[in-house]
């Protein structure tokens, strides 16, 4: 079964200063990664998404993450934080074989003036 | 219309009531998804629907009832709660496929008196 690991429930940032949300991953196949953003009072939306082409990958907002095999790692990084990105963030992992998506425990992150 | 609905978007229950979480996706999408999200725990995954017929149940209590009665609809019918049971419940759906994202409501807030 696939997992991830979600290092850190709270990471605390200045805003202008360097976002970096980290996710490792566990899994017996090649898998699909995604990092989810979740605002308070509504559901998870898509920030962006690992499908085995390229191992940088752009999201919305300005987010990306880069998938290292060697690592089993998908760290979610921003060059700079803007007060809008206080929010939850959700790693989760999937394979091929199944739709099943498995979550993350979840990053707060705070952004401070 | 677009995205997935649910309604409504909070809901007080006593524990002898009957009630139901009703979720619309206008996507197009074959799969549909019941999350239970509790504070300071990881997104559990309640049940699965794949083509309207239900492809997982991760032991959730009988006292959740989901129905799918086509593509686009899902229901969960609650009756005799439990306190412990107040969470954010949220409907997903996508394509059933590994690489398919999940597209989230903005979930019914339910609280158990």
């Not at chain 1, 990092?35 to 009072?41: A, F, I």
């Not at chain 1, 990105?85 to 993350?104: I, M, Q, R």
């Not at chain 2, 997935?4 to 996706?25: A, D, F, I, W």
């Amino acid at each position: 079964a696939q997992s991830v690991t979600q290092l850190g429930s709270h990471v605390s940032v200045s805003e202008g200063a360097l976002v970096l949300l980290r996710c490792n991953y566990s899994s017996s196949v090649p898998p699909y990664l995604f990092w989810y953003v979740q605002y308070p009072n509504q559901g998870l939306q898509l920030l962006l998404k690992y499908t085995s082409a390229a191992t940088l990958v752009k999201g919305i907002n300005g987010f990306e993450a880069e998938f290292k095999k060697s690592e089993t790692s998908f760290h979610l990084t921003k060059p700079s934080a803007h007060m809008s990105d206080a929010a939850e963030y959700f790693c989760a992992v999937s394979v091929p074989t199944a739709s099943k998506l498995t979550f993350g425990t979840g990053t707060r992150l705070q952004v401070t003036l | 219309e677009t995205g997935v609905t649910q309604t409504p978007r909070h809901l007080v229950m006593g524990m002898t009531n009957k009630k139901s979480l009703k979720c619309e996706q206008h996507l197009g999408h074959n799969a549909m998804y019941w999350y239970k999200q509790s504070a300071k725990k990881p997104l559990e995954l309640m049940f699965v629907y794949s083509l309207e017929e239900r492809v997982e149940n991760n032991s959730v209590p009988s006292r959740f009832s989901p129905e799918c009665p086509n593509s686009s609809h899902l229901f969960l019918h609650l009756h005799t709660l439990q306190p412990e049971d107040s969470a954010l419940y949220l409907c997903a759906s996508s394509q059933e496929q590994g690489d398919s994202p999940l597209h989230f409501g903005n979930g019914t807030r339910l609280t158990v008196t």
